[in-house]
């Protein structure tokens, strides 16, 4: 079995930050591509970032330049730094990640959520 399991979500001012963090646990084999979504009521789930497993990464337009993914492979865990943050950023946020076990050479997992909501 595998688990992503996501913390570091909150409330927050606008104008401030967040970190949050997925954890990978399980018989894990190989991770290739990790990201993060969102989901805000009443919308569908669109990407936030990716990193591949070298490093590259990928950024939605409406988060370039406040948001950082990145990636510790020997944990393995997943990060988004979260700056200048704004109203419209609240949105409950998955962690996804592409797996390999014995059981699977690869396959989508996702995280159970953390709720970020932005607001003064």
């Known amino acids: 079995q595998v688990q992503l399991v996501e913390s570091g979500g909150g409330l927050v001012q606008p104008g401030g930050s967040l970190r949050l963090s997925c954890a990978a646990s399980g018989s894990i084999l190989r991770i290739y591509n990790m990201g993060w979504y969102r989901q805000a009521p009443g919308k569908e789930r669109e990407l936030v970032a990716t990193?591949?497993?070298?490093?590259?990464?990928n950024y939605a337009d409406s988060v370039k330049g406040r948001f950082t993914i990145s990636r510790d492979n020997a944990k393995p865990t997943l990060h988004l730094q979260m700056n200048s943050l704004k109203p419209e950023d609240t949105a409950i946020y998955y962690c996804?990640?592409?797996?390999?076990?014995?059981?699977?050479?690869?396959?989508?997992?996702w995280g159970q959520g953390t709720q970020v909501t932005v607001s003064s």
């Open positions: 990193i591949a497993s070298g490093g590259t990464t």
């Open positions: 996804n990640a592409e797996i390999g076990t014995n059981w699977l050479p690869k396959y989508q997992y």
